[in-house]
C-alpha cells in the first residue's frame, strides 16, 4: 500500500517544527505591556460537576471514603444543602409558574378592580420570587 507525504506545514505548522513567527522585541513589550495594561478581573460563576444526588444515595460510602482521605469535608453538610437547594428551586419554580398564570389572565379585558387585584399579585409574587432568588444565590 503506498502512503502518500503529508505536506510539512500540516506536521509542523505554518513557521516549521518548534519556531514561532518573528516579532522585535519592542512590539513583544509593547504587546504584553498594554495586554496587562487592560486586562481586568472577571469573577466567573464556576459550577462544578459533582452529582449532588448521588452523594446523597451513597451518602455512607462517600462518608467512608472522606474518612479514608483524611479529608475535613461534610458530606452530611453537603445533602443539607443541597436538599435546601431543591427546595428552593421548586418554590421559585412554582412562583414563576404562578406569575405566568397571573400575567395571561391580565391579557383580557378586566373590570378595574378585579385589574388591580391582579396587578397587586403580581408585584407580590415579584418580590417574593427576589426574595428566592437571592437566597438561591448565597
Not at 464556576?46 to 479529608?71: C, G, M, P, Q, W
Not at 427546595?87 to 378595574?112: F, P, V
Not at 396587578?119 to 437566597?135: C, D, N, P, T, V
Request: glycine share 4%; charged share 30%; no cysteine.
Amino acid at each position: 500500500m503506498l502512503f502518500r507525504k503529508e505536506p510539512s506545514t500540516l506536521r509542523h505548522g505554518v513557521f516549521g517544527q518548534g519556531q514561532a513567527p518573528r516579532v522585535s522585541p519592542s512590539i513583544r513589550a509593547q504587546a504584553s505591556a498594554t495586554q496587562t495594561a487592560d486586562i481586568k478581573p472577571v469573577q466567573q460563576l464556576y459550577k462544578a460537576s459533582i452529582d449532588f444526588r448521588a452523594i446523597k444515595d451513597n451518602l455512607e460510602a462517600v462518608e467512608h471514603n472522606t474518612r479514608i482521605r483524611n479529608s475535613k469535608a461534610d458530606p452530611r453538610r453537603v445533602v443539607q444543602l443541597y436538599d435546601q437547594f431543591v427546595q428552593l428551586k421548586l418554590e421559585t419554580d412554582s412562583l414563576r409558574a404562578e406569575r405566568n398564570t397571573n400575567s395571561s389572565q391580565m391579557k383580557g379585558k378586566l373590570e378595574k378592580e378585579q385589574r388591580d387585584k391582579l396587578i397587586h399579585r403580581g408585584q407580590q409574587l415579584k418580590e417574593q420570587l427576589a426574595e428566592l432568588e437571592a437566597k438561591l444565590v448565597q
